[in-house]
């Protein structure tokens, strides 16, 4: 369980403790390379914060992993909707150095890049 942590956010009001503990379990990182394409990417200057998120997301809740990536899951289904990357400058391109030529606007092969990263928090 390194690194993993539930929060709730606003979006994530009306579900259920059963689905939120039973969450882990359920996230599907498949989902994270089907919808990578269909996300909108966003950087939020004064919170060095970038945003990987689809257009129109269902509601989700944020699962930290490492108190640097924050998965945006569907709980209902477990389908990841969005990513946000908190410290994006300050410290996950610090981190990550050699994704500092990468635009992650071509969320493709960013996404790709740091999914590997992701599981390795989930597992």
């Known amino acids: 369980m390194h690194g993993f942590r539930l929060l709730w956010k606003e979006e994530g009001r009306g579900f259920n403790m059963e689905q939120i503990n039973d ?10 390379i089907k919808n990578r394409d269909s996300f909108n990417v966003s950087y939020n200057t004064k919170r060095d914060t970038l945003f990987l998120q689809m257009k129109n997301p269902p509601p989700a809740i944020s699962v930290d992993c ?9 709980p209902q289904n477990g ?27 071509t969320t493709k092969p960013f996404v790709d890049r740091i999914s590997r990263e992701l599981v390795g928090c989930l597992s």
């Open 79 to 105: 389908e990841v909707v969005g990513v946000e990357i908190e410290g994006y400058r300050k410290v996950f391109l610090k981190r990550y150095h050699e994704l500092e030529h990468m635009r992650p606007s």
């Open 66 to 74: 490492d108190g640097l990536f924050w998965l945006r899951v569907n």
């Open 23 to 32: 969450l882990k379990s359920r996230i599907d990182m498949n989902s994270l």
